[in-house]
């Protein structure tokens, strides 16, 4: 299974990726009474966007951490709002398909993405949206750099692709009308908030596999080694439609 986050840290800190999600949300072509699958729906602000599209619809919020999903949970209620946690290299466990999905800031934590387009096709119906943001080639660069500096592989486990292999991966597992391209967005940080941002978005996984004891110290040296209180992101942005 994927890791379990610190939920109530990630909705507390500056992160930009709900306002990049709100503009995928947005991107979507609904009519209002669809059934939509929210893929790595984290602590659900970017579903509150999308809940509001579907006044008559369904939202399928699924996430690999546990912490994540109780969060939201405790923000969108039950109705209209069914929660999954689930790992999309596993076979999804939804009953039908959806009519559109959406997922923001997690496909790059997958390396297998192939296996993940292959499930999310299986659960999309004909001629149904996928709209999706993750981090792509060149994300993240400089904090990759200064873990690399202190003998460690930030990128083990995670993609960041670029458009045109995400491109064909898509139009391989059964997607048609496929566009992908990259967009820089880097996001400065006030100084007091880069160290427990790194600890909670960027370094989660390679603090995992640390002692305790090593963790601050790890933390604070890859923060010193940036050349500004800033993450130089880069996102991947991917819209297509099951054939």
Known sequence: MPRDWDAETYDRLPIPMTRWGEE???RLDLTGDETVLDTGCGTGQVTERLMAKLPRGR???????PSMIERARARLGHDRVEYHVADLLD???????????VSTATFHWIADHRKVFENLATVLAQGGQLEAQCGGAGNIASVIRAVRELG???????????PDETAALLERTGFV???CWLEPQPTSLPPD???PYLRAICLGGVLESMPDDRRDAFVRDVAARLPEPAIDYVRLNISARRA
Do not use: Q
Not at 59 to 65: H, K, M, P, Q, R
């Open 24 to 26: 995928v949300v947005d």
């Open 59 to 65: 939202v399928i919020a699924l996430d690999g951490s």
């Open 91 to 101: 076979a999804l466990p939804i009953a039908r398909s959806v009519d559109a999905i």
């Open 152 to 162: 460690i592989d930030a990128e083990v486990g995670k993609r960041y692709a670029t």
């Open 177 to 179: 009308d496929v566009r």
């Open 193 to 195: 908030d880069l160290e």
